[in-house]
């Protein structure tokens, strides 16, 4: 068969500047999701409205504030388009979201979501958003990195009760492979930007998570919260 032959039977939709692949959500579980950053108000606008009319819902990550609000206004001037009052930006996680309810709960357990420090809390965020987007239950737990370990600890029988747990930590990133040693949940590491000249903007925690002493940690990259997040849900589909 050739490729055109296959692209006929491919259900995805043609803009002028994307090629949207409408069958994500039915392959892949979790319908394409957009990265806003780098595109115009107008661009993220006709996407989103493409992708809701497809599958009832739509999310665009790293958004920032003047874009969300420039999308709203370009929301409301397109024909037919769905009610402004179910597109929502939560703006510590960066996220524009189109959804008319919130999804039944998706997942087999709860997923939990770490941070060293308050500083990695816009990548926590995301993670989070992403989360409840897709409909998985999740809890934060902040601010327990391993410069006081008696913070982790006292959260040890929540620790121990999670499906799946994703940690956020930058300057040396040794709070996953901590973790990793007390639960037997997969732990997924996001090393983030955070820390002093030797952190190299994030790549000294990223080594310091892929050379994790403890088994049972997987590494994203950094300050890739969305990217946890997708792979947690995998792991926690029904």
């Not at 920032?64 to 206004?73: F, G, Q, R, T």
């Not at 929502?88 to 770490?114: D, F, M, S």
């Not at 121990?160 to 040794?174: P, S």
């Not at 890739?224 to 947690?232: I, L, P």
């Amino acid at each position: 068969m050739s490729d055109k032959d296959n692209s006929e039977h491919v259900n995805s939709a043609h803009l002028e500047f994307a090629h949207l692949d409408l069958d994500r959500l039915s392959r892949r579980g979790v319908g394409e999701v957009i990265f806003g950053e780098g595109k115009t108000a107008q661009e993220i606008t006709l996407i989103m409205l493409t992708l809701v009319q497809a599958q009832g819902m739509a999310l665009c990550t790293r958004v920032s504030k003047e874009i969300a609000e420039a999308v709203k206004s370009l929301w409301v001037q397109q024909e037919h388009a769905p009610s402004l009052e179910q597109l929502t930006y939560v703006e510590a996680a960066r996220c524009l979201i189109w959804r008319k309810e919130p999804l039944t709960q998706q997942g087999r357990g709860l997923i939990l979501i770490l941070t060293a420090g308050t500083s990695d809390g816009a990548v926590a965020s995301e993670a989070s958003c992403v989360l409840d987007f897709l409909g998985h239950q999740i809890q934060r737990i902040n601010d327990v990195g391993v410069a006081g370990l008696h913070r982790l600890l006292s959260h040890l029988e929540t620790l121990r009760k999670a499906n799946v747990i994703i940690v956020c930590a930058g300057m040396e990133g040794a709070l996953s492979s901590v973790v990793a040693g007390l639960v037997d949940c997969p732990v997924i590491a996001v090393p983030t930007s955070v820390g002093y000249g030797a952190n190299l903007g994030g790549v000294t925690a990223l080594l310091g998570m892929v050379n994790s002493c403890a088994a049972g940690v997987v590494v994203v990259n950094i300050d890739n919260g969305f990217g946890a997040a997708y792979s947690a849900a995998q792991i926690n589909r029904k």
